[in-house]
């Protein structure tokens, strides 16, 4: 499978603890997206990088939450200090400049 | 600020029926719609966007600007057609960071 690639694609944590997901974006695809996706709603948006650079950040990303993209080519979303509402599917896209944007099968994860 | 409805959680019909997604949204400038599909165990991926004009699978949609809708429609649902809808908007085109709808789950009953 060539296409975007997440892992794990589930984490279960004990609340307060550390988690962190890599996204293997499709190659060459210079744009990388994150979204949340709580059950019972559609996807939203984190935060996209364009190459390594981190262009937007959305409101929903609090302190706790921090991603890199170093190199521009695989991207990790670290979430400190758990919390249960952080419980979600952490989705990856990616695309080529403004070309269609393609998605991984995502991360779950549960907080406990 | 922008945002996306869809009405329906869940719509149901049988197979050879026409179908309609409903879609609105909010955004005073000029979007960019799309619809996205989620089939069983699959990844998300783009089903149609507006600027294309096109059809999928049978699928047609129009940006109703007066309206401010962008409804999914198909004449005859087929089985495979059942799965998750999501309708999105893109504020700016230099961003393509998608707006979602909540979803709704189709289902084509034989």
């Known amino acids: 499978d060539t296409g975007v690639s997440q892992n794990p694609r589930h984490k279960i944590t004990k609340r307060g603890q550390n988690v962190t997901f890599r996204c293997d974006p499709i190659s060459e695809h210079n744009r990388l997206y994150w979204y949340r996706q709580t059950l019972g709603q559609g996807p939203e948006f984190l935060t996209y990088f364009q190459n390594e650079a981190q262009l937007e950040k959305s409101r929903l990303l609090s302190d706790r939450f921090s991603a890199e993209r170093p190199k521009g080519s695989f991207s990790t979303l670290e979430i400190q200090r758990t919390e249960q509402g952080d419980s979600a599917m952490y989705l990856c896209?990616?695309?080529?400049?403004?070309?269609?944007?393609?998605f991984g099968q995502g991360t779950r994860l549960t907080v406990v | 600020a922008q945002r996306v409805t869809q009405p329906e959680k869940l719509l149901s019909v049988f197979k050879g029926a026409p179908v309609e997604l409903k879609c609105n949204y909010s955004y005073s400038g000029s979007p960019e719609l799309f619809w996205y599909v989620q089939y069983s165990r699959q990844r998300l991926q783009l089903l149609l966007r507006h600027i294309s004009r096109e059809s999928i699978k049978g699928f047609t949609a129009d940006l109703n600007n007066g309206e401010t809708s962008f409804h999914l429609k198909k004449p005859f649902a087929q089985e495979e057609d059942s799965a998750m809808y999501y309708c999105a908007l893109n504020m700016d085109t230099g961003r393509r960071a998608l707006t979602f709808g909540s979803g709704t789950r189709l289902q084509v009953q034989p």
């Open positions: 896209a990616s695309s080529r400049g403004l070309r269609e944007a393609f």
